[in-house]
């Protein structure tokens, strides 16, 4: 069975310091894979997807990028953090457009 | 007009009610249709798909009705346990899945 692995599961990090999320997927090969970003009491928001190794789209324009450098590892990743970058970080996974699967999610805060 | 549109809520239902939830979508070219459920501070997790034909898991009914771009969840004899937010999710191109932002839902003793 496929299972998606995400962490860490909370983080609390200094603004202007670097991020570094990383996701993985086991069970399946070629995903599609998704970073989300949720802030609080609001609804997920796309940041990042990516259809294969090295194939990165993104979203929204900000202070964050994304990486594929594996089939089934997705990183997000800033140089310097903002406190806006504060919210919960969900990498899910999906074959085609049939239903998306999950991690557990990071919560960030900036402080 | 926002691509997933949902009732934030919350609907506060006693147990063993009837509730009914439902969202609206701009792109009539989406494809695929699904409701996930949210948990405080949790992952969302999938409920159930959303078919053209309607679909029925236990308690819970889906429906779509692409000429009004709307679906729908309906859940009968709720649950203490069927407290959460209830997300709707349409997918947009080929790849990506917008959410609304959510329907709260809370069941009362």
């Known amino acids: 069975s496929q299972t998606i692995h995400q962490w860490p599961a909370t983080l609390v990090q200094p603004v202007g310091s670097p991020l570094s999320l990383e996701c993985t997927v086991e069970?399946?090969?070629?995903?599609?894979l998704y970073w989300y970003r949720q802030a609080a009491g609001r609804g997920l928001q796309l940041l990042f997807y990516?259809?294969?190794?090295?194939?990165i789209s993104s979203e929204v324009p900000q202070n964050l990028s994304a990486s594929r450098p594996q089939d089934r590892q997705f990183i997000l990743s800033s140089k310097k953090l903002l406190l806006s970058d504060s919210g919960f970080y969900l990498c899910?996974?999906?074959?085609?457009?049939?239903?998306?699967?999950f991690g557990q999610g990071t919560r960030l805060t900036v402080v | 007009r926002k691509e997933v549109e949902q009732d934030p809520g919350p609907f506060n239902v006693p147990e063993g009610a009837t509730v009914a939830f439902n969202c609206t979508y701009s792109?009539?070219?989406?494809?695929?249709f699904f409701w996930y459920r949210q948990d405080c501070r949790k992952e969302p997790k999938l409920l159930m798909s959303?078919?053209?034909s309607g679909n029925e898991d236990g308690r819970f009914t889906a429906q779509l009705n692409r000429a009004s771009q709307y679906i729908s969840l309906l859940i009968r004899d709720s649950k203490l346990s069927d407290s959460a937010t209830y997300l709707c999710?349409?997918?947009?191109?080929?790849?990506?899945?917008?959410f609304g932002t959510g329907t709260r839902l809370k069941v009362l003793a």
């Open positions: 899910a996974w999906a074959r085609g457009v049939t239903e998306a699967f």
């Open positions: 069970g399946t090969s070629n995903p599609n």
């Open positions: 990516s259809v294969g190794i090295g194939q």
């Open positions: 792109n009539s070219a989406s494809q695929s």
């Open positions: 959303v078919y053209s």
């Open positions: 999710v349409v997918t947009s191109g080929t790849y990506k899945y917008i």
